[in-house]
């Protein structure tokens, strides 16, 4: 029975960097050469039978997977070997060595050429050489050689090494005292006693990542040369030592690990910076293990050593935009009809002076439990209970513990549903260090009633051409709760839910567990939907809106709510399969503004041709257009941008330009961004990554591809 | 082998003609020629004298069937040289043999082809062991001229054949 | 104009097997949804299920959607992908590899990350179910003879 693949990804990486599991090797099957019959061709042969061969002119031998052409040759039977001169060729494997003068023991593979040149099928590899010794199949030593990916007789780049051994066995190339050399200049050299490896193949292998040179208004000229150790299929380390000029070296570490119950990933990076003179360091780990098949144990650790450190030290703002660093570790257990887990989770604000952060709840720990089976004599039923224990330095801090059951009596038929549910929220507080004249134990149940019910019509329909089915699916949802006075309840984990599809089909407008909205309302919406025929959703329309019975009492900011909720409108679309488009808007009833609204279009021609255009709009909170691409502008040329422009202030809150040379042995990026880390300061700077195929290949991490990749949405790298 | 240099040649034919003038034999069907391990079988064949007891002697063989070639080989144990071609030249003196046009020489380790020969001359000195071939009748190589092809099986085959009794 | 009640949907297979985990939750829902319908079996084992759903992958991501002027996240973009294919007994694709991919909208302030944490929750919860109709309805136009072999 073929279980689905056990490959478990730790994180969205780059494919060729996926751990695997399996780590079994696969043995190459020794061609012996003996066992294979041996051609011989040429215009004039002499020689005597059963001891040697004279051959002259054309001269051509092949035995197993060895192929020789020359213009003269001596074959000695006994000792199995082949002495040939004048435009000597030999291939194996797809591998070709070329050169004056050759000798070469068919049956161990040993030997050698005089000043060859040589090309090796599995990455494209070639390059010239003094001479090169073959000491058996695998294993090479070519003396004072070149290497390169690049076609043809002058390289855009080569490594000179005095010293090269190759092992194709090992897939590893290391080379002594070299120099690397792009467009005739002399880049990079390493002394004898570092040996620089790089991978005969496009496997994944260790060695050199592809150095990144840039600059930041935070730290000057940067200079980053990653080093990645492939350890074992399913264990992997990457060293980021990078020279940041005006802070010192900062030594990144990450490390990945994955068995087949547990996987893992673990960064670090330190630096001694000299602006601040003190040492400076931000870490990052994420572990999940399953203990036993129902038993998950994980944690996920992030830490920084000070509030601006990754907005002095990072280059994407998937690190400088979040100022909370959630530190959690807990133990999951999934039963079959229930599951519990037991966290403790904290949070490190990176405090921002101009516009401070609370610190958020600390639970330590959060005992949860869910539990819940469907048709059951036609009900569903399901339990949702915790313990918490909520801590703070300075608000108020207890425990909490919360029974949540709620009973259901689904009748679900293809053309409509009815789904009557009765819950019961009953809550205790005990508070450690209560206001003075406040109570230290609350207690509070609240029932609380729904009747979810909807209709579905089908028709045929055509929309730009092709048949469809159209769906109308209008649904209506009662909830009755009744008041209860919560305003000296603690507010650890509760807030106003944001308005959209997924909040006004649920009983509370709030989310959390501190306040239960009390609430008579009905919240009426229609869904239409265009299905092809494969049953592939091709257009969604929605439109929504709730509608009180009663003004409601239970609010976090006094505001009394109007009679009708705000209008919710959301529309996606694939016009075509290179456009497609979304849109939200959620209308205030009140002053018939919009309240807040997304709209989004993207057209992507063709794989590594993508445009996207959008708008974000929250009422007091953010005004944005943000228009975001990857464009080939001509052969080999690149051109990627994103710029997020807030129309609220006029500026621009995160810009992003940069570009892409693909020559076919080579690739250069250039990335330039800048962005906001607070009121006052921001991040601007560069990047330069040059990347030669096949000496270095693409890592992750700070690479400038990397933050391409995360900034805009359907990017492809283009290697 | 080098037993056969003390041998006498002798050659048989249905028809033979000599001519005293020119110290030559004609001969014609059936021709036969041995000395000791040595055989060559052909259709017809020429047959000269020289007074130092040495002559050459050349056998053809005609449509459709060549001259075959047959002699054993020192340096092992059960080694022969087989050999067929449209013409075949035998030094009586030399001992060379040379095969030409559409020439096929083969070497056998107990009955077993170790090698294969084939090109437009071959040759095989079996006083000295040693043969040459080239891509042209003539025996001088013509650039361009086609190439000829050797093929040897791996030497290290000779453990599985079965040891019959000789 | 044209609407009617959706009438029963019958799936053209009568038992399937989910290539889900026990504990994952989608796996939960869509069998439960799969067995809604009173005509399919959902099996415990691949062997005697008529047809298999492969799971080839389930990815959820979180992604900074927009920035306020201090540079500080306000709206996540989290995205549910899910790719699948549906074989027969003997090992056919009577579906090719399918990717569903949805996305929802989720408003962020610091002061308010541990109701965010629920909100999020609840989001892909959202996010389950409507993967779930749309796993459904791939299912329900599936072609289960093999195609007419075109000589």
Redesign the interface.
Known sequence: QEASPQQVVVEKKPDELVLKVDSKLDLKNPSSQQSTTMVIKAEQVSGQPDRVIHLDHQVEVTRGNLNFSADKATYLQVEDQLDASGKVKLQRNGDCYSGDLMRFILETGAGYVQNPSYYFAKNNGQGRADKIEFENEEKAKITNGTYSTCEGLDPDWYLRADTMSLDTGLDTGIAGKSVLYFKGVPIMGTPSWLNFSFPLSGARHSGLLPPTVGHSNKGGVEFGMPYYFNIAPNRDFTLHPKLIARRGLQLGMEGRYLGETYGGETAIEVIRDKLTETTRYAGASVHRQSLTPGLVFSWNMNKASDNDYPADFSNSTTKTAQRLLVRDIGLDYYGSIWNASLRSTSYQVLQDVTAPITLPYERLPQLSFRAGQSDVFGLDWSVDASMTRFWHPTLTRGQRAVINPQLSLPFIQPAYFVVPKVSFHATSYQIDNPMAGQPDRLQRTVPSFSVDSGLIFERRASLLGNKMTQTLEPRLFYVNTPFRDQKDYPLFDTALADFNFAQIFSENRFTGHDRIGDSNQVTAAVVSRFIEDNGAERFKFALGQRFYFNTQKVSLDGISSPSRSDLLLAGTGQISDTLNVEAALQVSQSDRQSVRSNYAVRWQPAPKKILNLQYQFQREVLKQLELSGQWPVAHRWYVVGKSNYSLQNSKMVEGLAGFEYRADCWALRFVAHRFATTNLSNNSGFSIQLELNGLARIGFGSNPVETLKKNISGYQATN | EKADSQKRTNISAEYTEFDGKTNTKTLKGKVELTRGTLLIRAENGVETETPDGGGAVTLSGHAGSQVFFRQKRDGGEDLWIEGLADRVEYDKKTEVVRFISKAQVRYLSQQKVTQEQNGEFLSYDSVNDVFTATNSTSGKRVPGGGRVTITSEPKGKKSDAKPDNK | ?????????AFPFQSIYV??P??SALGGELK?NL???GKTEVTA???NAEVVL????E?R?K?????????????F?LIYNLKFRLRDKT?REVLEP?TISL?????F???????????EA??Y??MQSELVQ?IM?????VRMEAPAKSD
Do not use: H, M, P, Y
């Open positions: 104009c044209g609407f009617a009640l959706r009438g029963a949907v290539g889900l026990e504990s439960r067995r809604a319908n084992q691949a062997t492969d799971v080839l992958g990815t991501d992604v900074i959607l927009s920035l306020n002027s201090q540079g500080r996240v306000r709206e973009n090992g399918t996305k929802r909208n989720l408003s302030k610091e002061n308010e990350v541990l109701a965010k944490e629920a909100e609840l989001l919860r959202d749309q309805r791939r299912l329900a136009v």
